[in-house]
């Protein structure tokens, strides 16, 4: 494969919507209430943040790799793997793997840093806050992805909706809004959402090498029901952007949005096999896009016509 596919697939870049659609909400959160917009700082932005979350992927897998939850899943029937494979496959040298990896944080604190000379120090705060995330979600000493706690659904919901959002409005403005808060929950919702559903894929083997996600400690019915919770939240969040004015009214057509994936929902049992859940996870993932494409369009028609 070129260069180009092999990196596409290594940092699985298909995903990387779910990281700037809330740049784009948080920029114009700041055109919409601000009247303030800067296209070079929003692109610069937008690579940052880009990069951050390709690293996020890497660094991910290769601690994954590392800690041993790619090999169980690879070795454990019916466990469907969400990682690139790439080192549990032997596609790439884990020396390869960890420089590229390394490429891409550098590329995101270049953007930081130059953000933070336009816009102020806060800017590094809201970067290294998502890079540290990022890291220590599966990486010693702290691993809080590994600990069932709910520590790492916190971690997805600030990683990829309250940070971006409010960072993003932060370099256009230089302001600090809350606003920016309320608007991050429903995209950062839907986000922990995807991360929480992709656990049921590989959940056994996550056991097997000691990842207790939410999933191993509960069980299937507990992780479940509150899978189905987090998305009632994720929908609930934006009646209220709406009931505040924050979002404006004709933002409520991302309801329809709940529709496909509520629809999966009613098709599961108290358990399912592995494969049963790959229909919940393609529907989260969608839900996450589609819901944030409805949302940066009413922000816009509402930018253009106030």
């Known amino acids: 494969m070129n260069k180009w596919t092999l990196f596409r697939k ?3 870049f298909q995903v990387i919507p779910v990281m700037l659609i809330p740049v784009f909400l948080g920029a114009l959160g700041a055109y919409v209430w ?4 800067h296209p070079v700082l929003f692109t610069i932005t937008l690579i940052g943040a880009g990069a951050a979350h390709l690293f996020s992927n890497m660094i991910n897998d290769l601690w994954d790799y590392r800690n041993g939850t790619d090999t169980a899943a690879k070795n454990t029937p019916e466990a469907i793997s969400t990682n690139s494979g790439f080192l549990a496959g032997g596609i790439m040298s884990e020396q390869a793997f960890a420089r590229l990896t390394w490429s ?6 270049l953007c930081g840093v130059v953000l933070s000379l336009y816009s102020g120090w806060p800017v590094l705060v809201f970067g290294a806050l998502g890079g ?4 220590f979600y599966v990486a010693p000493p702290i691993k809080f992805g590994y600990r069932g706690k709910g520590f790492s659904e916190l971690a997805i919901l600030l990683s990829f909706g309250v940070l971006p959002i409010m960072g993003s409005y ?7 809004s809350w606003r920016s808060v309320l608007l991050s929950l429903p995209i950062g919702l839907l986000t922990t959402l995807v991360l929480f559903n992709h656990h049921f894929l590989h959940w056994q083997a996550d056991k097997e090498a000691g990842k207790n996600t939410l999933v191993v400690v509960w069980g299937e019915k507990r992780a479940l029901s509150f899978s189905k919770t987090l998305l009632i939240l994720a929908y609930a969040s934006l009646l209220l952007c709406v009931g505040m004015g924050i979002l404006p009214v004709y933002a409520l057509a991302a309801l329809l949005t709940a529709i496909p994936i509520y629809r999966v929902y009613g098709r599961l049992q108290e358990h399912n096999a592995p494969a049963a859940y790959l229909p919940l996870m393609g529907a989260s993932v969608k839900a996450s896009i589609r819901c944030g494409f409805v949302m940066i369009v009413a922000l816009l028609i509402q930018g253009i016509l106030q």
Do not use: M, N, P
């Open 10 to 12: 290594a940092s699985r």
């Open 34 to 37: 601000k009247g303030e917009f």
């Open 104 to 109: 891409l944080l550098g590329l995101g604190v």
């Open 132 to 135: 540290l995330i990022a890291y």
């Open 170 to 176: 932060y370099v256009q403005t230089g302001d600090l």
